[in-house]
């Protein structure tokens, strides 16, 4: 038996086949460029193995009702000709097998804690939540929609577009950190909040540096102020458990899941 994950990415489509004890057999990396050369190199890859069910995390925003006509499409992306495609019809179209479908962010979460995909009317987008903002903090913000929503001002083209230096080689005294933090500890202050989970579990580049989850960690305590007791934030607000693979491995274990029913 085997699965087809594929965790598709606005820059990289990563396709991988796993067996049912969901071993990788075999992952590739493919550049999103445009969908019709894209999805080409998707069925190269596939077509090579016989797989029985299909698990589909991708970027969004992406259609997610069954009983609508935009289901399995990718939305009002700003991703030049991948307004939408509809990218779980053309899977389905070539493959006939049980296919999992849902946001490349709920795949990563799912692979990190093997539960349930949260969906409501749609998904949840938590990071085009409004911040306040620094008051010295003059940065437009580069979310298409809104500017300077979280994504705006704290995902990982605005630390570039602030410093004029790529953040994996930010120095690690340069201020801009603690507006980092001070930003995503404001956006889990209010995740918590609303949602009250049991852990937050961090993923994604930026969070590859060990210093910024400690900076987040002590934000985070300082802006609750002791309002909510949460466990301790070194427990409560911890990294992800599988780097730059939870996306994948969660496209995996839904595709498992979607065999099973
Ligand atoms: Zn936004």
Same mark, same amino acid.
């Given at each position: ?9 606005? !820059? =990289? ?10 071993? +990788? =057999?075999?992952?590739? %990396? ?7 050369? &894209? ?18 995390? %991708?970027?969004?925003? /992406? ?5 609508? @006509?935009?289901?399995?499409? +990718?939305?009002? &992306?700003?991703?030049?000709? #991948? ?17 999992? #479908?849902? !946001? ?11 539960? @349930?995909?949260?969906?409501?009317? %749609? *998904?949840?987008?938590?990071? *085009?939540?409004? +911040? ?14 809104? =500017?300077?929503?979280? @994504? ?21 005294? *340069?201020? /801009? #950190? ?15 909040? /609303?949602?009250?989970?049991?852990? +937050? ?9 060990? *210093?910024? $989850?400690? =900076? ?23 990294? #992800?458990? $599988?780097?730059?693979? %939870? ?15």
């Amino acid at each position: 038996m085997l699965y087809g994950g594929i965790e598709a990415g606005g !820059t =990289k489509f990563v396709c991988a086949v796993a067996d049912e004890k969901l071993q +990788i =057999k075999e992952k590739i %990396s493919i550049a999103t460029t445009d969908p019709q050369t &894209t999805f080409k190199q998707v069925f190269a890859f596939f077509d090579r193995y016989p797989i029985e069910a299909l698990g589909i995390g %991708s970027f969004g925003p /992406i259609g997610i009702q069954p009983d609508q @006509e935009n289901y399995g499409h +990718i939305l009002a &992306t700003p991703k030049e000709g #991948w307004a939408d495609v509809d990218f779980l019809g053309q899977m389905k179209q070539r493959y006939k097998v049980p296919t999992a #479908w849902t !946001t490349d962010v709920n795949a990563a979460a799912f692979g990190e804690i093997n539960n @349930e995909v949260f969906e409501g009317i %749609s *998904h949840p987008e938590m990071g *085009h939540l409004y +911040i306040k903002r620094a008051a010295e903090d003059t940065y437009q913000g580069t979310c298409p929609y809104h =500017k300077d929503c979280l @994504e705006g001002l704290a995902a990982g083209p605005s630390l570039e577009a602030r410093t004029g230096i790529k953040g994996e080689e930010l120095p690690l005294d *340069h201020p /801009i #950190w603690d507006l980092q933090a001070n930003y995503l500890a404001q956006a889990l202050m209010s995740y918590t909040l /609303i949602l009250a989970p049991e852990m +937050i579990v961090l993923g994604g580049g930026v969070m590859n540096q060990d *210093h910024l $989850l400690k =900076k987040i960690q002590q934000q985070f305590s300082e802006l609750m102020a002791g309002y909510m007791e949460t466990p301790k934030a070194e427990d409560y607000i911890v990294r #992800w458990g $599988l780097p730059n693979e %939870s996306g994948l491995i969660g496209a995996l274990l839904l595709a498992q899941r979607e065999r099973e029913y």
